[in-house]
């Protein structure tokens, strides 16, 4: 397969326009695009994304129904029982630093927030352990309100696609958002993310199973031999991901199929 890669000398609008395509490519790709922390409020998010760190959403959601149920509110965290909250998180990895956050954070939101989390980004931040990041998570899949979620597959994705050099998260989170609508941006995070696990991996890149050849500058970075590719992609819908990039789908083996997702 040939692509027309974005020219070195892109311009500022050509850059803008190629990524647009980009998010319209993603859309298309990636229908089912969520956040794929299981939560029903607020304060679950924010708990589930504190200890999604070093750790899979997959192991998270094994842990937090047990998690939520034991601790409904903020006062509950603020007032746990450090042993018996680790116990509970252990299985999500550093759950001695973790435990403390949840803990402070229970405890941060009851004297300051009414034990209810705050839907501004200024006052998520002040909070023990949410970052920008975990904030921009909350207030896009609770709140409503758009962000972009610069996690390491955003990262890759868009040093990929050359759509910016910065690579700071925060100036990388501000070049991207100048690239496409406000109201997009977190559908777009979530689109992006699911791309990086389903098909641009970090070490092998699915580059000849991917719906966004001619827009790649990358493109190459992984196998780009049909059959070589198809093996690579990952997921529920990984068949329909290669009949959209015009492969067959019978070239998806079975694991990949059934795979867990990170």
Not at 112 to 129: F, I, K, N, S
Not at 174 to 181: C, D, N, P, R, T
Not at 189 to 217: D, E, M, N, Q
Request: glycine share 8%.
């Amino acid at each position: 397969m040939t692509t027309s890669s974005p020219s070195v000398a892109e311009t500022d609008l050509g850059r803008k326009r190629r990524a647009r395509r980009i998010g319209r490519a993603l859309t298309d790709a990636h229908p089912d695009a969520h956040c794929e922390l299981d939560h029903s409020n607020a304060l679950e998010l924010a708990v589930a994304t504190i200890l999604s760190a070093q750790c899979t959403d997959k192991r998270v959601n094994e842990v937090t129904p047990k998690l939520f149920a034991r601790y409904p509110g903020a006062a509950d965290y603020a007032g746990a029982d450090r042993t018996e909250l680790e116990e509970l998180i252990r299985p999500t990895g550093f759950f001695r630093n973790k435990t403390d956050s949840l803990i402070r954070l229970g405890q941060a939101l009851v004297e300051r927030y009414d034990g209810q989390v705050p839907g501004r980004l200024a006052d998520l931040v002040t909070l023990p352990g949410i970052g920008r990041k975990t904030a921009n998570v909350i207030l896009g899949n609770a709140f409503g309100v758009p962000g972009i979620t610069v996690d390491t597959h955003f990262q890759r994705l868009v040093h990929r696609w050359r759509l910016t050099a910065e690579t700071d998260p925060v100036k990388i989170e501000h070049a991207i958002g100048a690239l496409f609508e406000k109201r997009d941006w977190t559908m777009l995070s979530h689109r992006v993310i699911f791309h990086g696990r389903r098909v641009c991996h970090a070490r092998k890149p699915a580059c000849g199973a991917c719906t966004l050849t001619k827009l790649c500058p990358s493109y190459g970075t992984g196998p780009t031999e049909p059959a070589a590719a198809a093996k690579l992609l990952k997921g529920p819908r990984a068949r329909d991901l290669a009949v959209a990039a015009g492969l067959d789908p019978e070239l998806v083996p079975a694991q990949a199929v059934a795979v867990e997702v990170p």
